[in-house]
């Protein structure tokens, strides 16, 4: 028997440092999203220059270079870590012969590639097909090329050779589709807080440990690698916590930085799960020397999706790999853990329970045939767990917080009934 063992492309990365962003942590990061991919990274190139050459992004001499580097190694791909346009690919491509993709594209291969649950399919097709359509002339035979390598993932050939306006009308009836996942979604997220059930988010930086941690917390057997993105579909498991409550616990999409806003925007309904949470623990790896920018990444993304009124629980994750303390972040109220050691667990779990949103409990009421309203609110905010119409009013049984209740105090029918007290 012979096996056929897939051979990993060898890959120059490029990189112009016009000064927007730190180039060599973007490149290092650009390293781990090709090992993600499958891929060898090779060399790298970078070029210092105010601004992309419009034809070939590198000047012309760095271009040559470029080429004359792919020629000479025989690599296979060349991935730069910015977007490039149609003319850019066309032109470098035809100077060095070997395929060169953008940052965008590879990031998007490995969501194609690591998509599982139809939701997440979905949204790596309307992001790849948003990308292509503004991109469609130039592309000429770049078109029917697709189908092997890193960045060729996806639709498939015959969706991408066919022309705008059935694209668009492609886009359409994705949206379509996700509306209706992300309406059924709301509607077990509306019987979650009707039940009183409490969510709890793992959000943050991609590979920070957020997989290994669900794995510790619930046993989930979610898929846990060291690599990049290694979960793209959230996975909710239940979680019970010191005190006896159970929440549930939710893994997210990782983020990365400068994450193209394409995706950002077709996995918005899988990050608005967080969005939804009534706690997050924004999680990182707090061996990484950018850690802090990694927690400010996710944070500023939370507040972007409306978050700001949340707790949040800083969690520094594989405190165990910290050989420094001071180079570590000093961040309020972190909670320091090894998820895959299980250290710090019972810390983290108590920082939970500290943040838990407003107790619940239960009440019966009768609420005169006047206080429709309040009935309506109850069924709204609170959980009615049963109802029936007698002939002094609706009299139900409901799950309220202290807020809720206070609004209907009067009505309860054990305070009605209890002795008054001598004054």
């Not at 979650?192 to 988010?201: L, N």
């Not at 810390?347 to 009768?366: G, I, S, Y």
Request: net charge negative; proline share 4%.
């Amino acid at each position: 028997m012979v096996e056929n063992e897939e051979k990993a492309e060898r890959v120059l990365l490029a990189a112009l440092d016009t000064g927007e962003y730190e180039v060599e942590s973007s490149l290092s990061e650009l390293s781990e999203l090709v090992k993600t991919a499958g891929g060898s990274p090779e060399f790298e190139l970078v070029q210092k220059r105010p601004s992309p050459d419009t034809a070939t992004c590198f000047g012309s001499g760095m271009a040559e270079e470029l080429a004359q580097l792919v020629l000479r190694e025989e690599l296979d791909l060349v991935v730069f870590d910015r977007e490039l346009s149609p003319t850019q690919i066309r032109n470098l491509e035809k100077l060095c012969g070997a395929r060169v993709i953008d940052r965008t594209t590879l990031i998007l291969d490995i969501f194609a590639k690591r998509a599982q649950s139809r939701e997440g399919k979905l949204q790596v097709e309307l992001a790849q097909l948003r990308y292509l359509l503004p991109r469609l002339s130039g592309r000429g035979t770049a078109l029917s090329r697709l189908g092997a390598g890193i960045g060729t993932r996806g639709p498939g050939e015959t969706k991408l050779e066919t022309d705008r306006r059935h694209i668009r009308r492609r886009i359409g009836n994705l949206k379509a589709q996700l509306e209706e996942v992300k309406a059924s979604r709301e509607v077990i997220e509306k019987h979650r807080k009707k039940a009183g059930t409490v969510t709890v988010a793992l959000v943050g930086y991609t590979n920070a440990g957020k997989s290994t941690l669900m794995n510790q917390l619930t046993g989930a057997g979610v898929l846990a690698e060291d690599k990049l993105f290694a979960t793209l579909d959230p996975t909710a498991r239940a979680l019970k916590l010191p005190g006896g409550k159970t929440v549930m616990l939710i893994d997210t999409v990782g983020l990365v930085r400068r994450l193209p806003h394409h995706l950002v925007e077709a996995f918005r309904s899988t990050l608005e799960q967080a969005a939804t949470a009534d706690i997050l623990l924004n999680i990182c790896d707090a061996s990484s020397p950018e850690a802090g920018e990694h927690l400010e990444v996710t944070r500023e993304l939370l507040e972007s999706l409306g978050c700001k009124d949340r707790p949040v629980i800083p969690v520094l994750n594989k405190w165990d790999a910290v050989t420094d303390d001071s180079l570590a972040p000093r961040i309020p109220g972190a909670v320091r853990i090894s998820a895959l050691k299980g250290e710090g667990i019972e810390a983290l779990l108590q920082a939970v329970e500290n943040d838990l949103p407003e107790k619940t409990f239960e009440v019966r009421l009768l609420l005169p045939f006047s206080k429709g309203g309040l009935a309506a609110r109850l069924r709204e905010e609170g959980a009615v767990l049963s109802e029936e119409y007698v002939e002094d009013g609706l009299k139900l049984t409901a799950q309220v917080g202290e807020r809720l209740y206070g609004l209907v105090r009067e009505y309860d029918t054990a305070r009605q009934s209890a002795p008054k007290e001598d004054h």
